[in-house]
């Protein structure tokens, strides 16, 4: 089993849809984040979350939200998802000063 | 503001030649740096970071980075290109935990 898994992978939904995405490790980190990958600009950061009760906006936060529901559940929701917001994204986690290990990414398309 | 940047949208290189992927950082303070390798369809898998100590990083499937604090540099490269080495690389940089990355550089080996 994958130590960072990402539900769902791929998702088409409409414009003003609500979307979740789900994230769980097993890897034991307490730091976790969430990435959006738009070809060209490489990851941008959307929230993180160092551990249960701390939770932290990004570069780009508008528009989206996130819940961090125990140590190894971070999830990311967009509450009325429009068409810009079809990119692919990344959940990942780290040890303090470590290197970042991720899922492999849910796709999104929003119509 | 913290930037890293990754000055070539796309390098190629002939197999068994060495092959350079260039990365500049400003970060504040001690910079921590990473190198990540994504294949298509998949996440980010980590190759190898600078913290502190030696200048010259090695890292997995034979790679290395040359951390050079007066050029503000943090190069990967690797003595001899393979075809499975086309992917498409990420430069990280940050401190605090707060990584931002490179926009990503293709490398395409030719055989």
């Not at chain 1, 701390?54 to 508008?62: F, L, R």
């Not at chain 1, 967009?78 to 991720?102: H, K, M, V, W």
Request: charged content about 20%.
């Amino acid at each position: 089993d994958a130590d960072v898994t990402q539900t769902p992978r791929n998702r088409i939904t409409k414009t003003g849809k609500r979307i979740m995405l789900e994230c769980s490790q097993t890897k034991g980190h307490d730091r976790m984040y969430w990435y959006r990958q738009d070809p060209g600009l490489g990851l941008r950061l959307i929230y993180y979350s160092f551990d249960v009760k701390d939770i932290n906006k990004g570069e780009i936060s508008d528009g989206y939200s996130v819940s961090r529901q125990a140590q190894a559940k971070f999830s990311l929701s967009l509450e009325s998802a429009i068409p810009n917001q079809t990119a692919l994204y990344f959940c990942a986690t780290s040890r303090d000063g470590g290197e970042l290990f991720f899922g492999e990414g849910s796709r999104l398309t929003v119509l | 503001a913290q930037s890293v940047a990754q000055p070539e949208d796309q390098v190629n290189v002939a197999e068994g030649n060495p092959l350079t992927v260039k990365c500049t950082y400003s970060v504040s303070g001690n910079p921590y740096l990473f190198w990540y390798v994504q294949y298509p369809n998949r996440g980010l898998q980590f190759l190898l970071k600078y913290i502190t100590g030696d200048n010259l990083v090695k890292g997995s499937y034979g790679f290395e980075a040359e951390f050079n604090k007066s050029q503000t540099s943090f190069h990967l490269k690797k003595p001899s290109a393979l075809v499975s080495d086309s992917a498409l690389y990420f430069c990280a940089g940050g401190g605090l935990n707060k990584y931002i990355f490179g926009t990503g550089t293709r490398l395409k080996v030719l055989a």
